[in-house]
C-alpha cells in the first residue's frame, strides 16, 4: 500500500555538508507560486528532502508541477494546510517549501492510504521508512498526515511498533484552512488524501524536538471515569460538561450551547496528565447538553487523570519560546540549520491579530536560520513513553 | 497525583481489563497489554515474557527485540542501560508464580517508578494472566465442540480418540499423552489406542498394558481421575455407558511440572468426550431406530416393513403358513389436510396409526409409508378370509370420530389385500392395486387382489396415452343434463357434461378419464374446449328458451385463474353467451385448496358477469367464514345427501337449504332420482335440481329438441337484491 522513494548519503564522514533552505510564495497561480516557493528554498546542491506545506486554494497539481519542474526527482513530502508559516510571519493562501540538502543528509519516504487498511497499519507501513536511515546517528520519522481520518494515536502506535524507542515521531495533521472537509498530502508527484506521508531523516548532526502548549493547570484534576473514544461522559463519577464548567468556575453565558461556550473551551482544553513534561492537550470540539458530556478532539482514555487548563496569549507565547528551547537544547552549541513548526491551528485562533508575535518567537529563536511550518489539525512528537498525538500544541523540529 | 490518585489506579485497571479482554487471542491481547502498559506508565519499553521466551515486546523493531537481554534483565531486574534507550528504570512483576513469567517495565532517564506505579502494574499481570486464563478456556471449548462435531458426524472412533489425545496435549501442554482401552476380551489389559509424544519403543511397550500396573490401570479401578506420587503424571477414566472401560494418561518430562486444579479439569473435560464417542455406539442404535422409523407415527417406515415382509415371506416359504398384506389409504385425506390445515393431518394421521396397532396382533408389523398411505403385514394368517376380518376390523375402528383440534372428524379408509406373491415387491404392489380397486368401488371399503386388476393397470396406461391425442382426434362430445325447476319441472338451464367417444372402448365415462387428465395436465385444453364448445351449443338454444349453462371446473383449471378467466372470456365472446347465463361450478375441494388464491381468482371470473356454484357442496370440510368469504351464487348439494333424504334422514340437506337461504343463495338439488325426493326438497325449501327423475344427460341435439317440443319456458331464477 505504501511506495518509497530514497535519497542516500555519501559514505559518512565526520561532518558532511548540510544545508536547509525556505521558500515562499503567495503567487495567485499556482504553478508560479510552486516554481518561486521551490527557488527560494534551493540553497544549495545536492537536495535530499523537499517538504511543502500549502494552501488547498492552489490547484495541487499545478503547484505540485511547479515545485517539481525545479526540484527534480528530489523525494518529496507534504500537505495542505490551515495556514502556513515562516519568520516572515503567518499567511494564508500561500505555499512554504522546505529543502533539505547536502552529503550529511540521508532520506527515505513512503505514502501510504489509511482505507481499506487501519490507521495503525499504515502508521507501521509509512515507518518502513527507517529502514532507508539505518546506520545514521541522529534520525527522526517525520509524517504528515489526514487528521480527519480517525485516532491519530492510532497511526502513532503503529510507526512505534516498527521505529521502537530509538527513533523520535515528529509531524503534524493536514489542514484544508478549516474548511474540515478534505486534507490532502503530497508525496512526490502524487496528491493523496486519507493517507499519511512519512520522511525518516538521517543527519549527521543532532535533530532536536520540542512539545509545548503552554496551557496551565487549573485547580485539581479529575479522573476521566467514563469515556467512549472522543466523548467524556463523566468525570470523578459526575456528568463531563457539569464538572468542566464548575471546576472552571465558566460563567453563566458559557453554560449554554452558544459563541460564548464555543470560545470558553477553546481557551479550556482538557489536559492528559503526564509523568514527564506538560500535561497532554485535549481540545474541546463540543459537547452534548442533553447527556451532559464532553465531545473531544482526539479520544481520552478511560481511567485517565485529567487537568483543567486555562491559558492566555502570554502563556501561548510563553510556550513557544519553551517549546523552541527545548528543540535546540538537544543540538548543544551549535546554531541550527533551521526549524520546521507545527502549530496547531487552535492556538492560531487563540492569539488571533497577536499571531504575528509568535512567529517573531520564532524567528528569533532560529537566530536567522529559516523557519517553515504550517497550521495544523493535529500534532505529532513522540519524544518519551507512547502517546505522541497531540492538540492545541507546538511542535518544533530543530534541524542542526 | 491528589485525591485522583486512588481512584487513577482503579479505573486504569478497569480500562485494562476491558481492552485486553476485547482481543480475539492471546497473543494479540500480550501485544495490547504490553502498549496499554507502555502508555500508561509512560515507559518507552515493555516486555512480557512467559515459559523462557518474550511473548510480547514494545519499543523496538520487531526483528530487534534484544531477547537475551530482556529476559536476564527479567529474572535480576536492575537499573541500568537498555539496548536503544540508554540509561533507564526498570520495574519487573511477576505474571503467573508458576509459569515463571514477568511484565518488564523500562523508563528512559531516572525518574523511580513509584509505589502506586508498582501496584499497578501488579494489577496488570493479574488482570492479564486472568484473561489469558479465559482464552485457554475459549481455545478449550473450541477444542471440545471441534470433537463433539467429529462425534456427531460419525468420524471414526479411532480419528475420534486421537483428536482427543492432541488436544489434551495442546491444551494442557505436556509431552506424552495416552489413551488406552480395556481388551473386550481379556480385561486384565488395556490395548493403546491413540498417543501423541511416544517414540517408537515408547509406543511399543505400551502398546498392551497390564491393568493392574500403572496410572491408566489405577484411573479404571478408582473410576476418578488420580496424581501419580512419583512422577509428574495424571491419568482419567474413559468411560462407555458409565463404565470406565479405559482411560487418559498425561505425563511431563519438565522437572518440577505439577498439575493445577485446572489442568486436571482439562484433561477431565478431554476424558468425557472420549467416553462420548464411545457411548456413540448407543447413539449409532438410536439413529437405526430413525433410520428404519417414521418420525410422525414413529411406526416402522418402507423400509423396515420391507425387511420384515423379505423375512416373513422366506419364513412362509419354509414352514408353508400364509401371510397377507394390507394397503391402506385414507379417503379423502388430501381434503382433510387442505381443510383443515397440516398440524391437523398430521394429527389424525397419528390417531389412525394408533388405531390400526390397536387393531392388530401384536406380532404383525403396522408401517407408514408416507402420505396417509399404511401397510400392515400379517403374519401366520389362516387364509385370505381372516385377512379380510382384520380389514374390517381396521376400517370398523376408524369409522368412529376422530377429534382433531376440538373438532369431530369423520374418516374412511379403503384397504387393498394382497397374499404372499412370492417377493415382497410384488405383494405390495398387488395390495396396492387392490387398494386402488377397492376405492373406485367407492370409498370405506376393502378389495383383494385379482390377477385382473394387473389388466386394469395396463388400461390406464393405454388410456393416458390415448387422452394424450383426444382433441386432435375428436373423440370428445358434450352431454347436456336439465336442471329443472322442482315445482314446475320446467327446464332452467343444463349442466354440460364431457363424455369420451374412445374408438374401441366406446362411451368413456368423465370418472375415468377426468382424474387422469389432471394428472397429466391435458385438463387445461380440455376444459378449454369443454367451454368454448357448451357456450357456443347453448348460446344457440337462446332464441329457444333463455337457459343456463352450467360447466364444472377442475381444480387444475382453478390454479391457473388466469388462463381460465381468459378462456371463459373467449369462450362468452366467441358465443355470444350473455355472461349470466354461465354457471361456473367448481367442487368444494378445488376451493379450499389455497383459499386467498381461490377468493382472487373467483373475483376475477365474477367481474366478467358469470354465475358461481360450489359443486358436491357438504363434502369437504369449508367453515361457514371460509363459505362467507367466497363471492358465490349457489350451491349443489351433493347426490350422496339426496339419497340420505330418499331414506328419511334430512338433518345434512335441510343444513345445506339453510344455509343457502341464510347466505342469499339459490341451492340446487344433485342426483335426484325419486318423487318423494322432489317433493321432500320443495318442502325443505329448495327449488332447483337435476337428475334421473327429470332426464338423464343427453346429446345436444336431443336436448335442442325437447326444448322445442316443450311449453313456454318460466323466467329465469334471479337471485334477490
Given at each position: 500500500?505504501?511506495?518509497?522513494?530514497?535519497?542516500?548519503?555519501?559514505?559518512?564522514?565526520?561532518?558532511?555538508?548540510?544545508?536547509?533552505?525556505?521558500?515562499?510564495?503567495?503567487?495567485?497561480?499556482?504553478?508560479?507560486?510552486?516554481?518561486?516557493?521551490?527557488?527560494?528554498?534551493?540553497?544549495?546542491?545536492?537536495?535530499?528532502?523537499?517538504?511543502?506545506?500549502?494552501?488547498?486554494?492552489?490547484?495541487?497539481?499545478?503547484?505540485?508541477?511547479?515545485?517539481?519542474?525545479?526540484?527534480?526527482?528530489?523525494?518529496?513530502?507534504g500537505c495542505s494546510t490551515a495556514g502556513e508559516l515562516t519568520t516572515g510571519g503567518p499567511g494564508e493562501r500561500s505555499i512554504v517549501v522546505t529543502v533539505l540538502g547536502g552529503a550529511g543528509f540521508t532520506v527515505s519516504t513512503r505514502a501510504a492510504v489509511t482505507a481499506p487498511y487501519s490507521l495503525r497499519e499504515a502508521g507501521a507501513n509509512v515507518a518502513r521508512a527507517v529502514h532507508g536511515v539505518a546506520g545514521c546517528e541522529h534520525r527522526v520519522l517525520m509524517l504528515l498526515s489526514d487528521g480527519l481520518a480517525g485516532d491519530q494515536q492510532e497511526l502513532v502506535r503503529g510507526a512505534y511498533g516498527v521505529v521502537g524507542a530509538q527513533i523520535p515521531l515528529v509531524g503534524g495533521c493536514a489542514g484544508d484552512d478549516l474548511k474540515l472537509v478534505r486534507t490532502f498530502q503530497l508525496h512526490d508527484d502524487r496528491i493523496l488524501s486519507g493517507a499519511v506521508v512519512a520522511a525518516a531523516i538521517g543527519s549527521?548532526?543532532?535533530?532536536?524536538?520540542?512539545?509545548?502548549?503552554?496551557?496551565?493547570?487549573?485547580?485539581?484534576?479529575?479522573?476521566?471515569?467514563?469515556?467512549?473514544?472522543?466523548?467524556?461522559?463523566?468525570?470523578?463519577?459526575?456528568?463531563?460538561?457539569?464538572?468542566?464548567?464548575?471546576?472552571?468556575?465558566?460563567?453563566?453565558?458559557?453554560?449554554?450551547?452558544?459563541?460564548?461556550?464555543?470560545?470558553?473551551?477553546?481557551?479550556?482544553?482538557?489536559?492528559?496528565?503526564?509523568?514527564?513534561?506538560?500535561?497532554?492537550?485535549?481540545?474541546?470540539?463540543?459537547?452534548?447538553?442533553?447527556?451532559?458530556?464532553?465531545?473531544?478532539?482526539?479520544?481520552?482514555?478511560?481511567?485517565?487523570?485529567?487537568?483543567?487548563?486555562?491559558?492566555?496569549?502570554?502563556?501561548?507565547?510563553?510556550?513557544?519560546?519553551?517549546?523552541?528551547?527545548?528543540?535546540?537544547?538537544?543540538?548543544?552549541?551549535?546554531?541550527?540549520?533551521?526549524?520546521?513548526?507545527?502549530?496547531?491551528?487552535?492556538?492560531?485562533?487563540?492569539?488571533?491579530?497577536?499571531?504575528?508575535?509568535?512567529?517573531?518567537?520564532?524567528?528569533?529563536?532560529?537566530?536567522?536560520?529559516?523557519?517553515?511550518?504550517?497550521?495544523?489539525?493535529?500534532?505529532?512528537?513522540?519524544?518519551?513513553?507512547?502517546?505522541?498525538?497531540?492538540?492545541?500544541?507546538?511542535?518544533?523540529?530543530?534541524?542542526? | 497525583?491528589?485525591?485522583?490518585?486512588?481512584?487513577?489506579?482503579?479505573?486504569?485497571?478497569?480500562?485494562?481489563?476491558?481492552?485486553?479482554?476485547?482481543?480475539?487471542?492471546?497473543?494479540?491481547?500480550?501485544?495490547?497489554?504490553?502498549?496499554?502498559?507502555?502508555?500508561?506508565?509512560?515507559?518507552?519499553?515493555?516486555?512480557?515474557?512467559?515459559?523462557?521466551?518474550?511473548?510480547?515486546?514494545?519499543?523496538?523493531?520487531?526483528?530487534?527485540?534484544?531477547?537475551?537481554?530482556?529476559?536476564?534483565?527479567?529474572?535480576?531486574?536492575?537499573?541500568?542501560?537498555?539496548?536503544?534507550?540508554?540509561?533507564?528504570?526498570?520495574?519487573?512483576?511477576?505474571?503467573?508464580?508458576?509459569?515463571?513469567?514477568?511484565?518488564?517495565?523500562?523508563?528512559?532517564?531516572?525518574?523511580?517508578?513509584?509505589?502506586?506505579?508498582?501496584?499497578?502494574?501488579?494489577?496488570?499481570?493479574?488482570?492479564?494472566?486472568?484473561?489469558?486464563?479465559?482464552?485457554?478456556?475459549?481455545?478449550?471449548?473450541?477444542?471440545?465442540?471441534?470433537?463433539?462435531?467429529?462425534?456427531?458426524?460419525?468420524?471414526?472412533?479411532?480419528?475420534?480418540?486421537?483428536?482427543?489425545?492432541?488436544?489434551?496435549?495442546?491444551?494442557?501442554?505436556?509431552?506424552?499423552?495416552?489413551?488406552?482401552?480395556?481388551?473386550?476380551?481379556?480385561?486384565?489389559?488395556?490395548?493403546?489406542?491413540?498417543?501423541?509424544?511416544?517414540?517408537?519403543?515408547?509406543?511399543?511397550?505400551?502398546?498392551?498394558?497390564?491393568?493392574?500396573?500403572?496410572?491408566?490401570?489405577?484411573?479404571?479401578?478408582?473410576?476418578?481421575?488420580?496424581?501419580?506420587?512419583?512422577?509428574?503424571?495424571?491419568?482419567?477414566?474413559?468411560?462407555?455407558?458409565?463404565?470406565?472401560?479405559?482411560?487418559?494418561?498425561?505425563?511431563?518430562?519438565?522437572?518440577?511440572?505439577?498439575?493445577?486444579?485446572?489442568?486436571?479439569?482439562?484433561?477431565?473435560?478431554?476424558?468425557?468426550?472420549?467416553?462420548?464417542?464411545?457411548?456413540?455406539?448407543?447413539?449409532?442404535?438410536?439413529?437405526?431406530?430413525?433410520?428404519?422409523?417414521?418420525?410422525?407415527?414413529?411406526?416402522?417406515?418402507?423400509?423396515?416393513?420391507?425387511?420384515?415382509?423379505?423375512?416373513?415371506?422366506?419364513?412362509?416359504?419354509?414352514?408353508?403358513?400364509?401371510?397377507?398384506?394390507?394397503?391402506?389409504?385414507?379417503?379423502?385425506?388430501?381434503?382433510?389436510?387442505?381443510?383443515?390445515?397440516?398440524?391437523?393431518?398430521?394429527?389424525?394421521?397419528?390417531?389412525?396409526?394408533?388405531?390400526?396397532?390397536?387393531?392388530?396382533?401384536?406380532?404383525?408389523?403396522?408401517?407408514?409409508?408416507?402420505?396417509?398411505?399404511?401397510?400392515?403385514?400379517?403374519?401366520?394368517?389362516?387364509?385370505?378370509?381372516?385377512?379380510?376380518?382384520?380389514?374390517?376390523?381396521?376400517?370398523?375402528?376408524?369409522?368412529?370420530?376422530?377429534?382433531?383440534?376440538?373438532?369431530?372428524?369423520?374418516?374412511?379408509?379403503?384397504?387393498?389385500?394382497?397374499?404372499?406373491?412370492?417377493?415382497?415387491?410384488?405383494?405390495?404392489?398387488?395390495?396396492?392395486?387392490?387398494?386402488?380397486?377397492?376405492?373406485?368401488?367407492?370409498?370405506?371399503?376393502?378389495?383383494?387382489?385379482?390377477?385382473?386388476?394387473?389388466?386394469?393397470?395396463?388400461?390406464?396406461?393405454?388410456?393416458?396415452?390415448?387422452?394424450?391425442?383426444?382433441?386432435?382426434?375428436?373423440?370428445?362430445?358434450?352431454?347436456?343434463?336439465?336442471?329443472?325447476?322442482?315445482?314446475?319441472?320446467?327446464?332452467?338451464?343444463?349442466?354440460?357434461?364431457?363424455?369420451?367417444?374412445?374408438?374401441?372402448?366406446?362411451?368413456?365415462?368423465?370418472?375415468?378419464?377426468?382424474?387422469?387428465?389432471?394428472?397429466?395436465?391435458?385438463?387445461?385444453?380440455?376444459?378449454?374446449?369443454?367451454?368454448?364448445?357448451?357456450?357456443?351449443?347453448?348460446?344457440?338454444?337462446?332464441?329457444?328458451?333463455?337457459?343456463?349453462?352450467?360447466?364444472?371446473?377442475?381444480?387444475?383449471?382453478?390454479?391457473?385463474?388466469?388462463?381460465?378467466?381468459?378462456?371463459?372470456?373467449?369462450?362468452?365472446?366467441?358465443?355470444?353467451?350473455?355472461?349470466?347465463?354461465?354457471?361456473?361450478?367448481?367442487?368444494?375441494?378445488?376451493?379450499?385448496?389455497?383459499v386467498t388464491e381461490t377468493i382472487a381468482c373467483l373475483r376475477s371470473l365474477k367481474e366478467l358477469g358469470v354465475l358461481l356454484a360450489v359443486d358436491d357442496f357438504g363434502t369437504g370440510y369449508s367453515s361457514l367464514d371460509r363459505l362467507r368469504r367466497f363471492p358465490i351464487d349457489m350451491l349443489k348439494i351433493d347426490k350422496a345427501f339426496i339419497d340420505d333424504l330418499g331414506a328419511g334422514d334430512a338433518t345434512l340437506s335441510q343444513a345445506i337449504i339453510d344455509l343457502g337461504a341464510s347466505f342469499d343463495l339459490q341451492v340446487v338439488a344433485e342426483g335426484v332420482e325419486h318423487e318423494l325426493q322432489r317433493q321432500r326438497l320443495l318442502e325443505l325449501g329448495c327449488s332447483y335440481g337435476q337428475g334421473y327423475h327429470f332426464s338423464r344427460p343427453m346429446p345436444a341435439g336431443e336436448l335442442r329438441a325437447l326444448l322445442e317440443a316443450s311449453p313456454a319456458p318460466l323466467p329465469l331464477p334471479r337471485r334477490a337484491?
Amino acid at each position: 500500500m505504501g511506495d518509497q522513494s530514497s535519497a542516500t548519503a555519501d559514505p559518512p564522514a565526520a561532518r558532511q555538508a548540510r544545508w536547509l533552505g525556505v521558500g515562499r510564495s503567495d503567487h495567485p497561480d499556482a504553478r508560479s507560486a510552486g516554481l518561486h516557493a521551490a527557488d527560494g528554498a534551493l540553497r544549495g546542491d545536492d537536495a535530499k528532502l523537499v517538504v511543502v506545506f500549502c494552501s488547498d486554494a492552489y490547484d495541487l497539481y499545478e503547484l505540485l508541477a511547479g515545485v517539481r519542474e525545479r526540484t527534480g526527482d528530489v523525494p518529496l513530502i507534504g500537505c495542505s494546510t490551515a495556514g502556513e508559516l515562516t519568520t516572515g510571519g503567518p499567511g494564508e493562501r500561500s505555499i512554504v517549501v522546505t529543502v533539505l540538502g547536502g552529503a550529511g543528509f540521508t532520506v527515505s519516504t513512503r505514502a501510504a492510504v489509511t482505507a481499506p487498511y487501519s490507521l495503525r497499519e499504515a502508521g507501521a507501513n509509512v515507518a518502513r521508512a527507517v529502514h532507508g536511515v539505518a546506520g545514521c546517528e541522529h534520525r527522526v520519522l517525520m509524517l504528515l498526515s489526514d487528521g480527519l481520518a480517525g485516532d491519530q494515536q492510532e497511526l502513532v502506535r503503529g510507526a512505534y511498533g516498527v521505529v521502537g524507542a530509538q527513533i523520535p515521531l515528529v509531524g503534524g495533521c493536514a489542514g484544508d484552512d478549516l474548511k474540515l472537509v478534505r486534507t490532502f498530502q503530497l508525496h512526490d508527484d502524487r496528491i493523496l488524501s486519507g493517507a499519511v506521508v512519512a520522511a525518516a531523516i538521517g543527519s549527521d548532526a543532532p535533530l532536536g524536538i520540542g512539545v509545548r502548549h503552554g496551557w496551565r493547570r487549573s485547580g485539581e484534576p479529575a479522573v476521566v471515569t467514563s469515556s467512549s473514544r472522543d466523548r467524556v461522559l463523566t468525570l470523578d463519577h459526575q456528568p463531563a460538561l457539569d464538572v468542566y464548567l464548575d471546576r472552571l468556575g465558566a460563567p453563566p453565558e458559557a453554560r449554554v450551547p452558544g459563541p460564548a461556550f464555543r470560545q470558553f473551551t477553546l481557551m479550556h482544553p482538557l489536559g492528559l496528565a503526564r509523568r514527564r513534561g506538560e500535561a497532554q492537550v485535549r481540545g474541546i470540539a463540543g459537547a452534548d447538553f442533553a447527556t451532559r458530556s464532553l465531545i473531544c478532539i482526539a479520544p481520552v482514555p478511560q481511567g485517565a487523570l485529567t487537568w483543567f487548563m486555562d491559558g492566555d496569549d502570554a502563556s501561548v507565547l510563553e510556550a513557544t519560546d519553551a517549546a523552541c528551547s527545548d528543540a535546540l537544547e538537544a543540538l548543544g552549541d551549535q546554531p541550527p540549520l533551521g526549524m520546521i513548526a507545527f502549530d496547531c491551528s487552535a492556538r492560531r485562533g487563540i492569539l488571533g491579530s497577536a499571531i504575528q508575535a509568535e512567529t517573531d518567537r520564532l524567528a528569533q529563536n532560529a537566530g536567522g536560520a529559516p523557519v517553515a511550518g504550517f497550521y495544523t489539525y493535529g500534532e505529532i512528537a513522540r519524544t518519551h513513553g507512547l502517546s505522541g498525538f497531540h492538540n492545541q500544541t507546538l511542535v518544533i523540529l530543530a534541524v542542526g | 497525583m491528589g485525591g485522583g490518585a486512588e481512584s487513577w489506579s482503579t479505573q486504569q485497571l478497569t480500562e485494562f481489563l476491558a481492552l485486553v479482554s476485547s482481543y480475539g487471542n492471546a497473543a494479540s491481547a500480550l501485544r495490547g497489554a504490553a502498549e496499554r502498559a507502555a502508555e500508561v506508565l509512560e515507559a518507552e519499553v515493555v516486555a512480557i515474557t512467559r515459559g523462557g521466551i518474550v511473548s510480547a515486546a514494545i519499543g523496538y523493531p520487531d526483528d530487534a527485540v534484544p531477547v537475551g537481554e530482556l529476559m536476564r534483565l527479567a529474572g535480576a531486574p536492575q537499573t541500568g542501560r537498555l539496548t536503544g534507550l540508554g540509561p533507564c528504570r526498570v520495574l519487573v512483576v511477576e505474571l503467573e508464580a508458576d509459569e515463571g513469567g514477568h511484565v518488564l517495565v523500562a523508563r528512559a532517564g531516572d525518574e523511580e517508578f513509584t509505589r502506586e506505579e508498582h501496584d499497578l502494574l501488579r494489577g496488570m499481570a493479574r488482570v492479564l494472566v486472568m484473561t489469558l486464563r479465559m482464552f485457554h478456556r475459549q481455545q478449550l471449548l473450541e477444542r471440545l465442540s471441534s470433537l463433539q462435531r467429529m462425534i456427531v458426524r460419525r468420524a471414526e472412533p479411532r480419528d475420534v480418540l486421537h483428536a482427543v489425545v492432541t488436544g489434551a496435549a495442546e491444551l494442557i501442554g505436556d509431552d506424552v499423552v495416552t489413551l488406552h482401552l480395556l481388551d473386550p476380551v481379556d480385561h486384565r489389559a488395556a490395548v493403546l489406542m491413540a498417543s501423541v509424544g511416544l517414540d517408537p519403543v515408547g509406543k511399543a511397550d505400551t502398546e498392551r498394558t497390564p491393568v493392574d500396573e500403572g496410572l491408566g490401570g489405577r484411573a479404571i479401578a478408582a473410576d476418578r481421575l488420580v496424581l501419580s506420587d512419583k512422577h509428574a503424571a495424571m491419568a482419567a477414566p474413559v468411560r462407555e455407558e458409565g463404565r470406565a472401560v479405559g482411560s487418559i494418561v498425561v505425563a511431563s518430562r519438565r522437572p518440577g511440572r505439577r498439575y493445577s486444579a485446572d489442568d486436571q479439569e482439562v484433561l477431565l473435560a478431554f476424558a468425557e468426550h472420549a467416553s462420548l464417542a464411545l457411548t456413540d455406539a448407543r447413539m449409532v442404535r438410536t439413529a437405526l431406530h430413525q433410520a428404519f422409523h417414521d418420525p410422525l407415527t414413529d411406526l416402522p417406515n418402507r423400509a423396515l416393513f420391507v425387511d420384515r415382509l423379505e423375512l416373513g415371506i422366506s419364513r412362509v416359504q419354509r414352514s408353508k403358513s400364509k401371510l397377507a398384506v394390507l394397503f391402506l389409504d385414507v379417503d379423502r385425506f388430501k381434503i382433510i389436510n387442505d381443510s383443515l390445515g397440516h398440524a391437523a393431518g398430521d394429527e389424525l394421521l397419528r390417531e389412525v396409526s394408533r388405531r390400526l396397532v390397536a387393531s392388530i396382533r401384536p406380532g404383525d408389523t403396522a408401517a407408514r409409508f408416507g402420505g396417509d398411505e399404511f401397510a400392515i403385514l400379517l403374519e401366520d394368517v389362516e387364509d385370505q378370509e381372516a385377512a379380510e376380518h382384520v380389514a374390517l376390523r381396521i376400517i370398523g375402528a376408524l369409522r368412529a370420530p376422530l377429534s382433531i383440534g376440538g373438532r369431530d372428524v369423520f374418516i374412511s379408509a379403503s384397504i387393498g389385500i394382497a397374499m404372499d406373491a412370492g417377493s415382497a415387491g410384488d405383494t405390495i404392489r398387488d395390495a396396492d392395486l387392490a387398494m386402488y380397486r377397492a376405492k373406485s368401488e367407492g370409498k370405506g371399503r376393502h378389495a383383494v387382489f385379482e390377477p385382473s386388476m394387473h389388466v386394469a393397470v395396463v388400461e390406464r396406461a393405454d388410456l393416458e396415452a390415448d387422452l394424450q391425442r383426444v382433441l386432435e382426434r375428436s373423440e370428445l362430445v358434450l352431454h347436456f343434463q336439465p336442471i329443472v325447476a322442482l315445482g314446475n319441472r320446467g327446464i332452467i338451464g343444463a349442466e354440460a357434461l364431457v363424455r369420451w367417444r374412445h374408438p374401441t372402448r366406446g362411451l368413456v365415462s368423465p370418472e375415468a378419464f377426468i382424474p387422469l387428465a389432471e394428472e397429466t395436465q391435458v385438463m387445461t385444453d380440455l376444459g378449454r374446449w369443454i367451454l368454448t364448445e357448451a357456450c357456443r351449443e347453448v348460446a344457440s338454444w337462446q332464441n329457444l328458451r333463455p337457459l343456463r349453462l352450467a360447466v364444472n371446473i377442475s381444480a387444475v383449471q382453478l390454479q391457473a385463474a388466469e388462463t381460465l378467466a381468459e378462456d371463459v372470456a373467449a369462450a362468452l365472446e366467441a358465443s355470444g353467451l350473455p355472461p349470466e347465463r354461465l354457471v361456473l361450478e367448481i367442487t368444494e375441494t378445488a376451493l379450499m385448496r389455497d383459499v386467498t388464491e381461490t377468493i382472487a381468482c373467483l373475483r376475477s371470473l365474477k367481474e366478467l358477469g358469470v354465475l358461481l356454484a360450489v359443486d358436491d357442496f357438504g363434502t369437504g370440510y369449508s367453515s361457514l367464514d371460509r363459505l362467507r368469504r367466497f363471492p358465490i351464487d349457489m350451491l349443489k348439494i351433493d347426490k350422496a345427501f339426496i339419497d340420505d333424504l330418499g331414506a328419511g334422514d334430512a338433518t345434512l340437506s335441510q343444513a345445506i337449504i339453510d344455509l343457502g337461504a341464510s347466505f342469499d343463495l339459490q341451492v340446487v338439488a344433485e342426483g335426484v332420482e325419486h318423487e318423494l325426493q322432489r317433493q321432500r326438497l320443495l318442502e325443505l325449501g329448495c327449488s332447483y335440481g337435476q337428475g334421473y327423475h327429470f332426464s338423464r344427460p343427453m346429446p345436444a341435439g336431443e336436448l335442442r329438441a325437447l326444448l322445442e317440443a316443450s311449453p313456454a319456458p318460466l323466467p329465469l331464477p334471479r337471485r334477490a337484491a
